[in-house]
């Protein structure tokens, strides 16, 4: 037990001056997060016991679903990267280590990930599998804002399903759903599923979770069983329905009248 009286916990009055979104203004104020630099916060004791409590629960339900948690690196070589043609895109950092080898901060484990199960799985009898892991990611971000919801460095959890068939890959995906769903209602969120653009590594399908929120950047749209970006949003056009035709004009004398209201 901590005393209070002893907590670090470094409150604010105000709100940083740069502050739009309100959770960005209220974190700071509350003592949870401090800005190091652009995109860059720590997280301060009584924030990360909150982010502490978030993980416990997407590891919960990553294990129900059968999810096998592991870690990876975050200081890469640059070969697997270059191999996917991922090497090249602007939010990622690259540096040289002290031999002069390429390498890469992540922030996205797909290579690596791949990389141990082609070395270890030699049969379709060795799948499915679902690897899961909550590791830093590092994104160089164009234009960090809205405290910890767009930054340079944050954690993520990121998950990796390796199935024998499009349909194993389609129930595994579904158990996901499930998963996703559960951790959204058990942080008390108010949320949409919606679908979504497949992003940098491509594919078939894709959803994404939205939170409605005054400093968002994106619009869904939402009707009757359906949800999507506004981005990937798509519709039939519906038959028009013209009202009755109005009955042929006929001439009316007006003598002595000079307004339509007479």
Same mark, same amino acid.
């Given at each position: ?32 997060? &401090? ?13 990360? &016991? ?8 997407? &590891? ?22 270059? &191999? ?21 901060? /992540? ?80 942080? %008390? ?9 497949? %992003? ?7 959803? $994404? ?38 009955? /042929?004009? $006929? ?12």
């Amino acid at each position: 037990m901590t005393r209070l009286s002893s907590f670090f916990l470094p409150t604010e009055r105000e709100p940083p001056a740069d502050a739009e979104a309100i959770s960005h203004k209220l974190m700071v104020r509350a003592g949870l997060i &401090r800005q190091v630099g652009s995109g860059l916060w720590t997280w301060l004791p009584a924030g990360w &016991r909150v982010h502490q409590r978030i993980v416990q629960i997407v &590891r919960e339900e990553m294990n129900a679903i059968g999810g096998q948690e592991m870690l990876m690196p975050v200081l890469q070589p640059a070969e697997p990267w270059r &191999r996917t043609g991922r090497y090249g895109i602007d939010e990622l950092f690259k540096l040289k280590d002290r031999r002069g080898a390429d390498m890469v901060l /992540a922030l996205t484990h797909e290579e690596i990930v791949t990389l141990h199960v082609a070395s270890a799985v030699r049969s379709y009898r060795d799948l499915p599998k679902i690897l899961y892991h909550l590791q830093t990611k590092e994104r160089d971000e164009a234009r960090p804002r809205a405290g910890v919801l767009r930054t340079r460095e944050f954690i993520m959890k990121d998950s990796y399903t390796f199935d024998r068939d499009p349909e194993g890959l389609e129930a595994n995906y579904q158990k996901h759903v499930v998963a996703y769903d559960r951790m959204m209602d058990r942080c %008390g969120l108010e949320w949409y599923r919606v679908e979504a653009d497949v %992003g940098m590594m491509g594919g078939h399908g894709a959803h $994404e979770y939205m939170a409605p929120c005054p400093a968002g950047e994106n619009d869904v749209v939402l009707a009757s069983g359906y949800a999507a970006n506004l981005e990937v949003a798509s519709a039939q056009a519906q038959p028009v329905e013209l009202p009755p035709a109005l009955a /042929a004009p $006929e001439a009316v004398s007006t003598p002595g009248l000079t307004t339509v209201e007479q």
